[in-house]
Structure formats: C-alpha cells, structure tokens
C-alpha cells in the first residue's frame, strides 16, 4: 500500500526494492498502478528515518495514497549485482585474512566491479594468488544466508568488519549480517545469492594504484 507521495516519488508499507548502499546501486523495475497501467521505477533510496522511496520516471498523483499497488523489480540486474557483491565478500575477506588489506572503497555495477584495500604493494603474482584463492571458495559450494544480530553481539565480534571507514547501519537494535557458512560472516546490508556454486569463475582484469597503501582491483564474473 502507498504511505506517502512526493513528487516522482513513493514509499510502500512494504517493498522488495533494495536501495542501494555499501557500494551496490539500488534496484530499478516498475510499478503497477490500481487502473493496470505500469511506470517505470528508475532507483530506490532510503531516508534517515528508514523509509524506502521509489523514484519514478514521471509525477504520481496524490490520490495513490492509501492505494494498493504492486511493484516489481528488474530481476536480471539485481541478480548480476548480487553475484558481484557475494564475490566481493570471498576477496576482501581472503585479502584481510591472508594480506591484511582493509577495504577502502567498493563500486559494483552489472557487468564488472571495483574494489579499493588499504595495501602498500599489488603485484601480479599477488593478483594471481587471489584469483586462484577466491575461485577454490565459489568451487568449493559453501551455502549464503543473512539473519540479525543483536548489537550487542555486534559490537563484540570486531571480526565481522572489513572497512574501518564506513560501520554498518543499526536499525532497531540490530546488525544484519551475511554468512557464508564454513567460510566467512560478516556485516552487510546488500544483496546476496545462495551459494558460491552461482558465481562462475572470478578474474582480476585490471588494477590501479591510488596512492601509497590504497591500490584498486578491478574484478568480474564470468
């Protein structure tokens, strides 16, 4: 049901949109109105009081509020943002685990990602052994699931960071985290497949330096 109309904007009570956050873009799809027509949902965002809004293409009437509507989000992409944002989760922790590299900044888009650590030296010997490590993970069929977590418990678990920048959001006194079981748990909010079995092969194609200890990886899936 619509909460609230603002402009090309809207907020459900309830929504399947994510909007976007931790370096991953939100969904976009569209909207079915009460009368069958349908508009086209460009993004989402998420305000400081925790309300999702959807921003549409073109204004909405006020009179939609109270109404039911459905919304549908673009499965493809979302499914090409979540294989990214899983396979981030296998190299940032093997690269903190094995190198001690933080993150230090994250973009992820459909056809390819990128990924900022805090390390003093990126080599091509070093790329190679990454590649190698993270593609034994997603061989390796370990399952993915999220729950909450307390933030007490949170905050007792320093391990589930991996930026030192940015702290994962609390909401109603939790923490969401990601598990990859028998692998690695950590805290996230974005969006996530099942098992490392659907991630297909991992490959580093380029990389930056951007400055001294902040060097940049670019990654897909293929």
Known sequence: ??????????????????????????????????????????????DEEQVIWHVCNSELKPELVGRKISVNINSERRLSLSRHHTVLHILNTITLRDYKGWITGVQISEEYSRIDFNLEILSTELCSELEAKVNEV???????????????????????????????????????????????IQACGGTHVGSTLDLGRFSIFRTENKGRRNKRLYIKLR
Do not use: W
């Open 1 to 46: 049901m619509v909460i609230a109309i603002q402009d090309s904007r809207f907020a459900l009570d309830q929504t399947c949109f994510y909007p976007g956050g931790g370096g991953q873009p939100s969904d976009n799809g569209f909207a079915t109105l009460p009368d069958d027509s349908r508009i086209e949902i460009d993004s989402a965002f998420i």
């Open 138 to 184: 997603l061989h390796a069929g370990y399952p993915i699931m999220s729950y909450l977590m307390t933030e007490d418990e949170y905050r007792n678990r320093p391990e589930l960071l991996r930026t030192l920048n940015v702290k994962p959001p609390i909401v109603d006194g939790h923490v969401r985290v990601v598990e990859i079981r028998g692998f690695d």
